[in-house]
């Protein structure tokens, strides 16, 4: 991680402003200039840049942009999920501009309802970076703003006149960009539906833009408990002293706190790197939660990797390390399918008699079946 005061364009800025989140996202990084001023950039990556903003956006968060230590490689973790690639513009055909299907299962506008007991309520189209390999792409960072009186509305009635809803979770873009006023005007609104039992927040500000965590936040959320939170670690890079106390506070508040990450080829699609990003995390009490195989959103076919190096990154992760440290590894299918769990197959045969199966290091063992 860099000193910020070594950087030209923000050697004035004081730890205050540096410790502010709005400051951080008033001066998010989105031309090909200001990024040049503070990574170094070749000629023709900055060309690159400029065509591919041409077609999608670009927001860096200044805090975020300082993990970037290793400016000239073009393979670092941090750089590849924040800087954009003309690989991007490379759309395959099996690519999906809504690989989710989330617009054709929205019964009312900003709503999702996929499952029976639960539903998807995308608050903002706004995020605070807008990461390479959203799946989102469509309209994240397309329209920056809040929904407005009459989709809320319609949302919060919904969800009311469904019974059958007890489990909401807030997303978007990113609850946790907006003030908060804003949020808890929506959260307020849904702990007064009776069979509301649980509000979840899908926020990557843990990682992109810690100092958003503040006591205020926090102390507004844990009065309208149960709050569960998840956000978006992909790489160990992204533990820093600020994200961990993000994740402190969090945790402190009495929000369970989980980790959803993507696989991504360059990225994380190993073994070691996931394995030390995941032992770190349970150390700081957030529990991987799922790790999901990147989707056919357009023009992130460059971070797809094979199903099977997830598959192997858990066979060697389960048994291995703590139990709690394994996410379950996921396709979130096309067409609105849902999560759907791709993990090693550890079961050999059943019948009536027994089953037969394998431990972690794949020695055979049989349990008889006859309960
Ligand atoms: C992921 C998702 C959920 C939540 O799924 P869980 O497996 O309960 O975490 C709910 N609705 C939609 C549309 C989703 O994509
Ligand atoms: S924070 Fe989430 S929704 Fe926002 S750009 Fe990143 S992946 Fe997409």
Same mark, same amino acid.
């Given at each position: ?40 950039? *070749? ?49 395959? *055909? ?11 299962? *929205? ?13 998807? !309520? ?45 489990? &909401?979770? +807030? ?49 507004? +959320? ?10 978006? !670690? ?27 990450? &993507? ?17 770190? +995390? &349970? ?12 989707? +056919? ?5 460059? !971070? ?50 027994? &089953? ?9 063992? !049989? ?5």
């Amino acid at each position: 991680m860099k000193d910020y005061k070594t950087i030209s364009l923000w050697k004035d800025v004081t730890s205050g402003q540096w410790e502010d989140w709005r400051w951080q996202l008033k001066n998010r990084i989105t031309t090909t200039q200001q990024l040049s001023e503070v990574i170094h950039l *070749s000629e023709e990556e900055k060309h690159d840049i400029d065509f591919c903003l041409k077609r999608f956006r670009m927001a860096i968060t200044p805090y975020y942009s300082t993990l970037i230590d290793d400016d000239d490689d073009k393979n670092s973790p941090i750089k590849m999920q924040a800087v954009p690639s003309i690989k991007e513009l490379d759309v395959r *055909s099996e690519e999906l501009a809504d690989p989710l299907a989330e617009d054709s299962q *929205s019964p009312v506008k900003n709503i999702v309802h996929r499952y029976p007991d639960r539903v998807l !309520f995308i608050v903002t189209y706004k995020c605070s970076m807008y990461c390479r390999h959203c799946t989102r792409r469509r309209i994240v960072g397309e329209e920056d703003f809040s929904i407005d009186e009459e989709t809320l509305e319609n949302a919060i009635s919904y969800i009311k006149s469904n019974s059958k809803i007890r489990d &909401v979770l +807030l997303s978007g873009g990113d609850p946790l960009v907006m003030n908060d006023g804003y949020i808890e005007n929506i959260i307020r609104r849904l702990r007064e539906i009776p069979h509301v039992e649980i509000i979840r927040i899908g926020t990557r500000t843990p990682v992109v833009l810690p100092m958003r965590i503040t006591d205020d936040l926090v102390n507004m +959320l844990r009065k309208y408990h149960p709050i569960w939170i998840n956000t978006h !670690f992909n790489h160990p890079k992204e533990i820093t002293e600020e994200s961990i106390k993000a994740c402190t506070k969090i945790v402190d508040a009495g929000i369970p706190l989980g980790n959803q990450s &993507v696989l991504l080829k360059g990225v994380n699609d190993n073994v070691e790197t996931l394995k030390e990003l995941y032992l770190k +995390l &349970v150390k700081y009490r957030v529990r991987p939660y799922y790790l999901y195989q990147c989707d +056919l959103a357009q023009g992130i076919g460059h !971070f797809r990797t094979k199903v099977e190096t997830g598959i192997e990154i858990i066979r060697n992760l389960r048994g291995y390390i703590s139990g709690f440290a394994v996410p379950t590894f996921v396709i979130d299918a096309p067409r609105g399918g849902g999560k759907i769990p791709i993990n090693p197959e550890y079961i050999i045969s059943v019948d009536d008699n027994q &089953v037969v199966m394998k431990n972690y290091k794949g020695d055979i063992y !049989f349990y008889p079946n006859n309960g």
